[in-house]
């Protein structure tokens, strides 16, 4: 639009307004130092014109107090009156000082007064009114105080010579004799004497006061000065930071723009249309191909350049834009200087002078060769991408905005059942019919879903497709919108595969997870489960529910016989012979190997025992033939009724597992039902508990050595030996004895693995001691487990234990228990020969507990004799097991063996021994047993 003329004339009054505001911004400052210049040096002309004055004034004051005294000197001697009227003229100036002085001194000032009297005092009219402020705003300060004290006392004088004069006038006119006047001349004479050095003393102190205040102005207007440039200085810094400020930020937005500019890889025109020139920036060169110091074309040579098929829409565009405004936006092939052409948009705006006609149009150049050839490459992709449609194995449905189905590939046609060209405009609900697999009710759309809030819906639940023919089709299916190149949708894509393979798959592969492959039962994870919501249900009523644990008894010889084929084929013609033996609703699961369970839900004590019984008497009576070999099948049942038992879904199977332990230990083949009275029972299952206990030990270390003295009985300097003990510290930090757990670990077969925890753990000690340089005597006694000395492996153990620590073999005894010795007597010697081979010593522990011990002993090297502490304890209240030590120390001795009584309880033990004639004692009556190596921290007994 052309520019009004209406508007000029106050656009340039508002900018001449601006100017001046600016112009007072920068200026008002130093504007300010100027006034208060100008004050200053005013003000301080002011106080220096009053101190002259006051200089002036005391100068005339001083004139005429002379003159005065000299009139009346005249006076006296020539009788003439005219000199009286010269004394009172001069006499009226300095009253007019003192009457001014007098109006001043008031608490309020009579300033008027005070001018009548300065006047009269020959002051200048023009200096009086500075006078006047000097004096009222400078007769406190101390120079002013002094100066006006001096002034008070002069008066008074001058007040003393004109009471003189009048008495003087007057005996003049009484023509009194010459004596009295001359008597009245001395007094003025001595008054005028008096006064000349207050005269002397007040014009210094004016003229003192006049320098200082001199040096005190000159000094303020110094300062003021001083501050005055200072912040003309610091305004001045800030306009010219302002300035550079300024300037960084004009530096950096041109930065900017350059930056902007070069790295949109747009070039820049500007065509002058009165002119005909036609500017090219520095990139608007590069991107034809031009360089930068090469000649700027006019628009008719750039108009050359452009694809004749494109210039009749450029030229179209341009006109369109210079008369209507139209918007100037146009893709164009043009001429590069090589000769090849390239896609450009070309965009301009025009600008326009103040009567509105057209001066120049701008904007920009922009290569988009690449983006041509990628729409291009991307018609061609979409051309591909129907072709890739049509052969991919899932199934593709592509629909519009309004849901409305636009294709469909072979795949999609074949599920379901509708051709393309049927579809093509239907609702795609209409042909895409999916309900929920589970409840048969229909799916929410997901092809609107996915376009209201542009994001892929995946299958969220096991959906079915109905196809046109009504068949169901389970399928797994997303839903992604179409978005074109500026992010609008224009469509969805559906793409659904068959799934029915897949889910069946799946279901096997639920199957398998809760079944066992070779009966088909239940495994045991299913069982537990089965069997923890059955106990979970007995804390709502009490229902009766039974457990089953059966264990076949000969199942380990068919294996080892037959092999694994045939031991397979007896688990599985088992769980045929179990099956119909139990009601509709129990559950039945192989555990593990040839271990079953079976859940009697909602059956009492009396029924679960009789189908246990039958349960047996099937197997029993059941004969297993492989490659004409026949087996007779036992098993052992252990039956745990809920109602009377644990709870707990652990406790009820451990109670399970241990009565079947026990039907096995009692004969094997039978029933064996769990009551929590039976010790048997609870004592094997307390054992059971210790397993996980002491593998728990084992792994968190917390097993722990303690030593025990075992001293010389006949002598007392013989070297004192120990016997390592082991101990437990459980999870709450107390001290466990063996006896509580060791019955277990060797029922249990964990002996060995404690074994070698003893003798590493020992030999790491001792290793340790000897280094640390404490003394270690005698021996250090190791007991030894009877599944130890059976272990093929454990002698080398023991071998590369002792080539691991330095700790020599003599150090070393090992203590092997009789019944030991006696179950594996070969195996026995030939370990206790190895090792006293290198020095090791050996002792033969609990001896006289057995049958046969003295007729063992003779085959067995060993070095001590380790009386059993059951003799020991009673030996002085029972005659008999007094004889039987006094028997076995008297037959050790006769072999050539040392001897070593066990709990020896008191010194009156001792003593007994000794008259026996033991070596040594081994007890409470000679000392507790003390930590050696391991854990300690904590530990609290438990007895």
């Not at 200087?337 to 922009?366: C, D, H, K, P, Q």
């Not at 010889?557 to 129990?586: F, K």
């Amino acid at each position: 639009m052309p520019a009004s003329p209406l508007w000029k004339p106050a656009l340039l009054d508002s900018v001449a307004a601006n100017a001046r505001t600016r112009v007072l911004r920068v200026t008002w400052p130093y504007l300010l130092i100027v006034v208060i210049l100008a004050a200053v040096g005013g003000a301080s002309l002011n106080v220096m014109s009053a101190v002259r004055a006051y200089v002036g004034g005391e100068s005339l004051w001083s004139k005429a107090q002379k003159v005065a005294v000299s009139e009346l000197e005249r006076y006296a001697r020539t009788r003439d009156e005219a000199h009286f009227q010269g004394y009172r003229d001069h006499a009226s100036v300095i009253a007019g000082d003192r009457d001014a002085r007098s109006a001043l001194r008031q608490p309020t000032p009579d300033r008027a007064a005070a001018v009548q009297g300065f006047l009269r005092g020959g002051n200048h009219p023009a200096d009086v009114p500075a006078m006047i402020e000097l004096f009222v705003r400078a007769r406190n300060a101390g120079l002013m105080t002094a100066s006006i004290t001096l002034w008070e006392k002069a008066d008074g004088l001058m007040l003393e010579i004109e009471r003189y004069a009048n008495q003087l006038h007057a005996a003049v006119q009484l023509r009194e004799p010459a004596a009295t006047v001359d008597a009245l001349v001395a007094n003025i004479q001595r008054a005028d004497q008096t006064l000349a050095p207050i005269e002397e003393s007040f014009s210094s102190m004016l003229g003192d006061a006049s320098r200082r205040i001199g040096w005190l102005l000159i000094g303020a207007n110094l300062l003021i000065a001083l501050a005055l440039i200072a912040l003309a200085t610091l305004r001045t810094r800030r306009l010219l930071a302002r300035q550079e400020r300024v300037a960084e930020a004009l530096r950096k937005r041109e930065q900017r723009f350059d930056h902007a500019i070069s790295g949109t890889n747009d070039g820049i025109w500007d065509w002058n249309v009165p002119a005909g020139d036609l500017y090219l920036s520095s990139q608007s060169k590069a991107l034809l191909g031009f360089a930068d110091d090469d000649a700027d074309e006019t628009v008719s040579q750039f108009a050359r350049r452009v694809h004749p098929a494109d210039r009749r829409s450029l030229l179209a565009a341009i006109r369109g834009h210079m008369h209507h405004n139209a918007t100037f936006d146009l893709d164009v092939k043009l001429r590069t200087r090589n000769g090849v052409y390239r896609w450009f948009r070309v965009r301009g705006r025009s600008i326009r002078g103040s009567a509105g006609r057209l001066e120049r149009v701008a904007g920009s150049l922009t290569d988009i060769t690449g983006h041509k050839q990628a729409e291009a490459q991307l018609f061609e992709e979409r051309d591909r991408a129907q072709t890739t449609l049509a052969s991919i194995a899932d199934a593709v449905i592509t629909v519009d905005t309004q849901g409305r189905i636009e294709f469909l590939n072979p795949v999609a046609e074949r599920l379901t059942g509708w051709s393309t060209t049927d579809a093509q405009g239907r609702a795609v609900g209409e042909v895409f019919a999916i309900v929920d697999e589970a409840t048969d009710a229909p799916v929410p759309d997901p092809v609107e879903r996915a376009m209201r809030e542009a994001i892929t819906v995946e299958s969220d639940r096991n959906i079915v497709l109905m196809a046109r023919d009504g068949e169901p089709i389970a399928i797994d299916q997303s839903v992604a919108p179409i978005l074109d190149r500026i992010g609008n949708i224009v469509g969805a894509v559906v793409v659904f595969r068959d799934m029915r393979r897949e889910r069946q798959y799946a279901a096997w592969l639920s199957h398998l997870a809760s079944h066992d492959v070779l009966t088909g039962f239940l495994n045991r994870r299913e069982f537990e489960h089965r069997l923890r919501a059955a106990l979970d249900e007995m804390t709502e009523g009490e229902a009766h529910h039974a457990v089953l644990y059966l264990d076949l008894d000969q199942f380990k010889i068919v294996n080892d016989t037959c092999g694994h084929a045939a031991g397979d084929e007896l688990l599985r013609q088992v769980g045929a012979l179990l099956r119909p033996r139990l009601r509709e609703g129990d559950t039945v699961a192989r555990l593990g190997g040839d271990e079953f369970g079976v859940l009697l839900a909602h059956c009492p004590p009396e029924p679960a025992l009789r189908i246990a019984e039958t349960l047996r008497r099937t197997i029993a009576d059941f004969r297993f033939v492989w490659q004409r070999r026949s087996f007779q099948i036992g098993v052992s049942i252990g039956l745990v009724n809920v109602v009377s038992g644990p709870r707990t879904l652990a406790g009820v199977l451990s109670a399970a597992d241990a009565a079947c332990y026990m039907a096995k230990e009692k004969g094997r083949n039978r029933v064996q039902v769990y009551r929590p009275e039976d010790t048997e029972i609870t004592l094997r299952q307390g054992e059971m508990e210790w397993v996980n206990r002491l593998h728990r030990a084992l792994a968190d270390d917390r097993l722990c050595l303690y030593a025990q003295p075992i001293v010389g009985v006949q002598h007392r300097n013989v070297p004192r030996h120990h016997e390592l003990l082991i101990r437990l510290q459980d999870e709450r930090e107390r001290l466990v004895p063996p006896m509580a757990f060791l019955p277990a670990a060797e029922r249990y077969n964990l002996m060995p693995a404690i074994d070698r925890w003893v003798i590493r753990t020992a030999f790491a000690s001792l290793e340790q001691r000897r280094h640390a340089g404490r003394g270690l005597s005698g021996s250090y006694a190791i007991n030894l487990s009877g599944a130890s000395i059976g272990d093929d492996h454990f002698l080398a153990f023991v071998r590369e234990q002792f080539d691991r620590f330095d700790v020599p073999h003599s150090l070393i005894c090992f203590e092997i228990t009789e019944t030991t010795a006696v179950t594996s007597l070969t195996k026995a010697a030939e370990f206790i020969a190895a090792l006293r081979a290198l020095g090791c010593q050996f002792a033969l522990d609990d001896f006289g507990t057995g049958v046969s011990s003295f007729t063992y002993l003779k085959h067995l090297p060993v070095d001590y004799v380790k009386i059993d502490g059951s003799f020991v304890k009673d030996m002085l209240q029972d005659p008999v097991d007094a004889a039987m030590v006094e028997a076995i120390h008297r037959m050790a001795r006769v072999m050539g063996k040392l001897t070593i009584a066990e709990s020896a309880e008191s010194p009156q033990h001792v003593e007994a021994l000794r008259r026996i004639g033991v070596d040594y004692a081994q007890g409470f009556g000679i000392a507790h047993p003390a930590l050696f190596a391991g854990t300690a921290h904590g530990l609290h007994a438990v007895h």
